[in-house]
């Protein structure tokens, strides 16, 4: 699922202005933020276990890729 770019935005747009209000200790405009947003409804787009029903004791386990043991052998 892709997020819009409004979402993205909105989040550090957000976060950006409430890091340099608590360094300054005063509120911080935010103008840039005001724009339009309409959430998009995404239930449709969201897992609702079907793929799970694919997965039994036959398929390996997938490796984990932090794991570095087993790295250069």
Request: proline letters at 7%; zero cysteines.
């Amino acid at each position: 699922m892709v997020d819009p770019v409004e979402r993205t935005l909105l989040t550090t747009g957000i976060l950006e202005a409430a890091m340099r209000s608590r360094e300054s200790g005063k509120p911080v405009a935010t103008p840039e933020l005001e724009f339009d947003y309409r959430h998009i409804h995404v239930s449709e787009l969201r897992e609702t276990g079907k793929t799970y029903q694919v997965i039994d004791n036959t398929l390996p386990e997938p490796r984990n890729q932090l794991d570095r043991s087993s790295a250069g052998s």
